[in-house]
């Protein structure tokens, strides 16, 4: 989720301050991914000084550190490089120490921003630490930085002077992992490098000049750069520069080769996604792997580090990006709506990331470390939401009563404080919100705080009011969520909340067993959401067809699947304005039934688990009265003939307290769907707003 932006112009006058708005805006365009701290490196006053700003949170504290600096903006350059980033900690927390831009020495003579993990980084520190280099962060990109350094001076000591280009090959030959990573040196001023292998990078081209053909000549070495060959090499096992390989810096790119030979101003754009390149240029080239772009003198050349192999392309295409930002954003999707539900797969396994140990079976939420023991020690346990946040605090509500033997309660908030519940200090509430901004959240939570209850978040905004003012908490890791209909923060929030009632009980011998099945089952959860996804063509001609002009709809479900029941009326309703209810199968004799008959379509959750008895007692009540469910069961399992039924819709087995997490997808699409077929815009339905700050 990391993003990479950089900015380099040439002929352009631009004064510092300029410059800086241009990557904090390019970092701005790729929040959407989601990072945990952003960066920004440019040129100082004198020759050879650079100026880093980076910090934890969002751009927008990134942008108050650059005013509070007083960088002075007035400087102007004609060749100036500025590279930014927004990180999503992996290896260490997010720190400013550990926020891109990385430096390799103090005076910051490589500096390097960077997306992807270098595999063999532990091995390079090491080597590097040998030889007198000093480590700021916790980071694998740091070793990149100071790798730079270490192999310029070695090949000066022995008479040779690689260019940026050059230096680059020998520095990526020595990594293993994945990249899209920028750099930029006080001893190339003007210049920068970027380079990609299995993490997305492109260059955007800006110039006022009609560019003579529209695509760049792919340049290849007359020799191969890999440690091994027969040219001496350093003690780092780094092969020195060969010396007639700079001759390919006098090679012209052709098209940049104005007619007159005279150098052309033109500004380059380089960004992990065209989200930010998009409002400068639409002129754009993609890097493919192993590509090194070594932009300098207002040319783009790109290099491979390797000798052509014939199937390879002499070219990179210079493409028009027809699409619009919106578009850019939204990926393949129609909608964000439908992009965040199948980013569920990723967004899931984003919250379990560096949490979950699955060999081991273990679980640690770092932000809820230090409070285990006075949690554990509460009198009663309760959970405080709204809307689909309050969804996941009913799905998971039994798995805490089963694993922490603590009471729970599960309340609306709204409701909470019309009642002025009584709090005690002994208390611990979970307030559980995507936005972290609900109003009546938010006054929930200054109602217990003022009772002196232990507060909780399970929150997916970090740096929201509601992470900020509990005592401790989870960020639930989702990304940002732009439809307005919630969907993948409650598989999130689900997962978050099941994985802090496993935290509390990890010490309890006799819930081991049930420890593990569950984390096993976690493991599985992200795969099986991409099997539940495939159903989205047969949900799609049931919303097409069957559903077509219902104007009611009935969720049934029991047990742990009464939340998915709410959860799916819920999303029903607020994007396809069609009524629908969810109700508790058992109750379903006590007076909803009058409402069934062959003309209103039921959804029932009837997948396998200790009440799976009940509630197909429930679906042979409708069944009698000739209703026609839509079944949601696990695969294979064969509950109803087929005439009995309107359609089946089947989802993998997962453990009992997990089901809820795939037996949502399906209702997610088909509200989806319905409101789709209905031309309702799904991502900003009637009445709504994503954040709802007024109470
Ligand atoms: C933290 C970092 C993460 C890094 C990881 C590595 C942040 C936001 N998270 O994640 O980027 O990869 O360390 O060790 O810097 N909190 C609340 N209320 C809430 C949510 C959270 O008070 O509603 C507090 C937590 O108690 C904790 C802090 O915020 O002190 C960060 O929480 P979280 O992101 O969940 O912690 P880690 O998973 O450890
Ligand atoms: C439904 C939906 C709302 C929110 C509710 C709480 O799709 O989005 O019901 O879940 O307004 O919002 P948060 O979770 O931001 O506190």
Known sequence: MCGIFGYINFLVDKTRGEIIDTLVDGLEKLEYRGYDSAGISVDGDKKGECIIVKSPGKV??????????????????????????????THGPATVINSHPHRSDPTGEFIIVHNGIISNYNDLRTLLLAKGFQFESDTDTEVIAKLFKHIYDSNLEEGLHPDLNQLTKLVLSEL?????????????????????????????????????????????????????????????????????????????????????????????????????IIKHTKKVLYLQDDDI??????????????????????????????????????GPYQHFMQKEIFEQTESTFNTMRGRVDFDNHKITLGGLKSWLPTIRRCRRLIMIACGTSYHSCLATRSIFEELTDIPVSVELASDFLDRKSPVFRDDTIIFVSQSGETADSILALQYCLERGALTVGIVNTVGSSISRQTHCGVHINAGPEIGVASTKAYTSQYIALVMVALSLSNDTISKIERHSEIIDGLKKIPDQIAKVLKLEDSIKSLCKNELKDKKSLLLLGRGFQFATALEGALKIKEITYTHAEGVLAGELKHGVLALVDEQLPIIAFATRDSLFPNVMSAI??????????????????????????????????????????????????????????????VDFPRNLAKSVTVT
């Open 60 to 89: 927008e504290v990134l942008k108050k550190l650059v005013a509070d600096q007083k960088v002075p903006r007035s400087t102007v350059f004609d060749n100036h490089v500025g590279i930014a980033h927004t990180r999503w900690a």
């Open 176 to 276: 293993n992992g994945s990249y899209g990573l920028l750099v930029k040196s006080s001893h190339f001023p003007g210049e920068a490098c970027g380079a990609r292998k299995g993490s997305p990078l492109l260059v955007g081209v800006k110039t006022e000049r009609k560019l003579k053909v529209d695509f760049v000549d792919v340049e290849y070495p007359e020799t191969e750069t890999t440690s091994g060959s027969a040219a001496p090499q350093n003690d780092l096992g780094l092969l020195p520069v060969a010396q007639g390989e700079s001759n390919l810096r006098t090679s012209q790119s052709r098209a940049f080769f104005s007619e007159d030979s005279i150098p052309m101003p033109i500004e380059f754009f380089f960004a992990s996604d065209a989200a930010s």
């Open 293 to 330: 772009a070594h932009i300098f003198d207002g040319e783009l050349h790109i290099h491979r580090a390797t000798k052509k192999k014939s199937d390879e392309s002499t070219t990179r295409t210079i493409e028009t990006l027809e699409m619009e930002l919106n578009q850019i954003m939204k």
């Open 620 to 681: 042979e009540q409708v069944t009698a009265r000739k209703g026609k469910p839509i079944l949601v069961c696990n695969e294979g399992a064969k509950i109803l003939s087929q005439d009995k039924v309107m359609t089946t819709l089947e989802v993998p087995e997962t453990v009992d307290c997990l089901q809820g997490l795939l037996n949502v997808i399906p209702v997610q699409l088909i509200s989806y769907w319905l409101a789709v077929d209905r031309g309702i815009n």
